[in-house]
């Protein structure tokens, strides 16, 4: 059965279903923001108001079911990493709604994403630095044409640098290019 991905930006009613998946138990080792309703809710407020980033909500058939952030490399964390070029962005995500684990829907909703951040025409690469230990989610990005480049120590965690060009990108999933009349 064909299902429907789509994409919206997150609001600030969102911030309750949010916190609700930063709690599960799938979700807290990674994302490390199971603190209390308030404080997540202040740390909530600024990435919904930081301009360097986009917050989204990913939703298959309809619903609501996993938590995107889009961001500009330059100006994040992440530029102290590698040298990024001015365009560069990045993507954090995660499947909030347990009954959509292990499904197979990770991939084409990251396929997805990373074809919208492609949009940007300027946008040659697409990072992603997942949680060392989050094998599962290394192994959809390289699924998805993301190579790891290197362990890197962040703030909150050891992660895995990884980039996604523009070039391999469009090559992997050219088909499916096609298929959008891209």
Same mark, same amino acid.
Request: with cysteine; proline share 4%; glycine share 6%.
């Given at each position: 059965?064909?299902?429907?991905?789509?994409?919206?930006?997150?609001?600030?009613?969102?911030?309750?279903?949010?916190?609700?998946?930063?709690?599960?138990?799938?979700?807290?080792?990674?994302?490390? @923001?199971?603190?209390?309703? =308030?404080?997540?809710?202040?740390? &909530?407020?600024?990435? /919904?108001?930081? *301009?360097?980033?986009?917050?989204?909500?990913?939703?298959?058939?309809?619903?609501?079911?996993?938590?995107?952030?889009?961001?500009?490399?330059?100006?994040?964390?992440?530029?102290?990493?590698?040298?990024?070029?001015?365009?560069?962005?990045?993507?954090?995500? @995660?499947?909030?709604?347990? =009954?959509?684990?292990?499904?197979? &829907?990770?991939?084409? /909703?990251?396929? *997805?994403?990373?074809?919208?951040?492609?949009?940007?025409?300027?946008?040659?690469?697409?990072?992603?630095?997942?949680?060392?230990?989050?094998?599962?989610?290394?192994?959809?990005?390289?699924?998805?044409?993301?190579?790891?480049?290197?362990?890197?120590?962040?703030?909150?965690?050891?992660?895995?640098?990884?980039?996604?060009?523009?070039?391999?990108?469009?090559?992997?999933?050219?088909?499916?290019?096609?298929?959008?009349?891209?």
């Amino acid at each position: 059965m064909k299902r429907t991905i789509g994409f919206r930006k997150a609001r600030l009613d969102d911030v309750e279903l949010v916190h609700n998946w930063m709690n599960e138990d799938h979700v807290h080792p990674f994302w490390q @923001l199971n603190f209390s309703f =308030e404080r997540f809710k202040e740390h &909530y407020l600024h990435a /919904l108001s930081d *301009t360097h980033q986009t917050l989204y909500l990913g939703m298959v058939d309809g619903v609501v079911m996993s938590y995107w952030e889009a961001y500009w490399v330059k100006g994040d964390i992440l530029e102290k990493s590698y040298t990024p070029k001015t365009y560069d962005q990045g993507i954090h995500l @995660l499947i909030g709604e347990k =009954e959509y684990l292990g499904l197979g &829907y990770a991939l084409p /909703l990251l396929r *997805t994403m990373v074809r919208f951040q492609f949009q940007h025409p300027a946008t040659a690469k697409v990072v992603a630095e997942p949680d060392i230990r989050n094998e599962k989610m290394i192994h959809i990005f390289e699924r998805c044409g993301f190579t790891p480049i290197s362990p890197i120590q962040l703030p909150d965690k050891e992660a895995m640098l990884m980039f996604c060009e523009r070039s391999d990108f469009e090559k992997r999933w050219k088909d499916e290019y096609k298929e959008a009349g891209l």
